[in-house]
């Protein structure tokens, strides 16, 4: 009942920039929180960022500083700015909806490289 769609995603040189979007439909009763997860070749799925119901966010230590979570609620979007990307942010980029206590909706993933 519930959509999330990515979009946004890329090729960009290190150092560069790219925003992320995630809209969202259907019958959205709650949302304790939305996130931004990635998942690289051979490696675990990590959250990325957070945004809470009352608009508080955290971020994974390895993009602090670099990277905004935002939403527009209007718009029923969830942002992720990423800013002074590296090569190790190439992954596939994932928002995720948590109705109340759990990560219960999935986008389809977007792709974001880093490359020269």
């Known amino acids: 009942q519930v959509q999330l769609v990515e979009s946004g995603g890329g090729l960009v040189q290190p150092g560069g920039s790219l925003r992320l979007s995630c809209a969202a439909s259907?019958?959205?009763?709650?949302?304790?929180?939305m996130g931004w997860y990635r998942q690289a070749p051979g490696k675990q799925r990590e959250l990325v960022a957070v945004?809470?119901?009352?608009?508080?966010?955290t971020y994974a230590d390895s993009v602090k500083g670099r990277f905004t979570i935002s939403r527009d609620n209007a718009k029923n979007t969830v942002y992720l700015q990423m800013n002074s990307l590296k090569l190790e942010d190439t992954a596939v980029y994932y928002c995720?909806?948590?109705?109340?206590?759990?990560?219960?909706?999935w986008g389809q993933g977007t792709q974001v490289t880093v490359s020269s």
């Open positions: 995720a909806l948590r109705p109340t206590v759990s990560y219960d909706y």
């Open positions: 259907g019958s959205i009763f709650s949302i304790n929180a």
């Open positions: 945004i809470f119901r009352g608009g508080s966010t």
